[in-house]
């Protein structure tokens, strides 16, 4: 176990946009953690970037940052399909590793992942922010409370304008894996999950359009069952003029819905509605302040690798989202 004293030294690989603009903060709010190393396939451009970021190291491969003993932990931010790979570099390297979602491009590569940093003894965390979040975490408890009754549905839609993605490889089967499914789909899914506390045993999925092995979809609706019965929906998509995230319970007795359901550093609100057509009630609204999720993962992860405590986001949870992800880009499962 890591010495509680020491920082904790990340380097980041994959360092792009969405890296400068959310990873790398979060790692420097978050208390006893070090950035310390970026990688890019450029060299120059890494170094650049890592001047401008006053960060002491910077790698062309991923191979040569997980190689310098001064690092302790990776986080992965590139492209879904490097990052099998990349994680099994850093365990090989014994570096701990928190890898963003999707965690591979497929099921068998997730396991891969999971069985070598089990190998290699080091801690492996999947990116599912969510979670963290105290609205995530009041629905769950809600639902536990049986205030809703018996659960009927629950819906999460995710969509947003592709266009404006600076991801080059957004569209990219070979190198994304999926389209909106993979990418902002599984954080609807992993929400549902968590939330419900229950299982996904069945999917059926429209892709719109039907993707190739060279491009993925641009919007997707996916029908879903829980072991409890509780049917479950999620609509994705690139093809939108604005960016929407929505979640909704129905229960028996009750409903709860939420916008901006993924979001940290907001104030966001739970709406609570156990109205009946015989017993009318006032909706409840509760208000949350959402700290920076990242912040939270990032924190958990340190905790988990100096004292041993549970990861909130494994990557045994990454499988279990990967195998509905497979089911549902591959049309009906």
Not at 9 to 17: H, T, V
Not at 247 to 267: C, N, P, Y
């Amino acid at each position: 176990m890591a010495d509680q004293k020491t920082p904790l030294r990340f380097g980041i690989i994959g360092f792009g946009s969405f890296a400068e603009r959310a990873i790398a903060p979060a790692i420097r709010a978050t208390p006893g953690a070090a950035l310390i190393a970026v990688q890019k396939r450029s060299l120059d451009a890494a170094r650049a970037m890592a001047k401008a970021g006053e960060i002491p190291l910077a790698f062309a491969t991923a191979e040569e940052l997980v190689a310098h003993p001064d690092v302790d932990a990776v986080f992965i931010v590139s492209a879904n399909a490097a990052h099998r790979a990349e994680t099994i570099a850093a365990a090989r390297a014994g570096k701990h590793v928190l890898v963003e979602k999707p965690m591979a491009v497929n099921a068998r590569e997730a396991e891969e992942m999971i069985a070598e940093c089990a190998r290699h003894n080091v801690r492996l965390m999947v990116g599912h922010m969510i979670r963290f979040s105290p609205l995530a975490q009041r629905m769950r408890d809600v639902v536990r409370s049986g205030r809703l009754g018996k659960l009927v549905s629950a819906r999460a839609d995710f969509i947003y304008d592709g266009r404006l993605s600076q991801r080059l490889w957004l569209r990219d089967r070979g190198v994304a894996g999926g389209g909106p499914v993979f990418d902002v789909g599984v954080h609807c899914l992993d929400t549902l999950r968590f939330v419900l506390d229950d299982e996904v045993e069945t999917v059926r999925s429209v892709l719109e359009p039907i993707p190739t092995s060279q491009r993925t979809e641009e919007s997707a609706q996916l029908a879903l069952r829980f072991s409890r019965g509780t049917l479950g929906s999620i609509f994705c998509s690139y093809a939108a003029p604005v960016r929407r995230k929505e979640i909704e319970i129905l229960g028996m007795d009750g409903r709860m819905t939420a916008d901006d359901f993924t979001v940290g550093g907001i104030t966001v609100r739970l709406r609570i509605d156990t109205s009946r057509d015989t017993h009318p009630a006032e909706p409840v609204e509760e208000v949350f302040e959402v700290p920076n999720l990242y912040v939270e993962e990032i924190a958990n992860f340190m905790e988990a690798i100096r004292t041993g405590s549970p990861l909130l986001t494994p990557g045994e949870n990454g499988l279990a989202n990967q195998r509905v992800l497979d089911r549902a880009v591959a049309g009906n499962g």
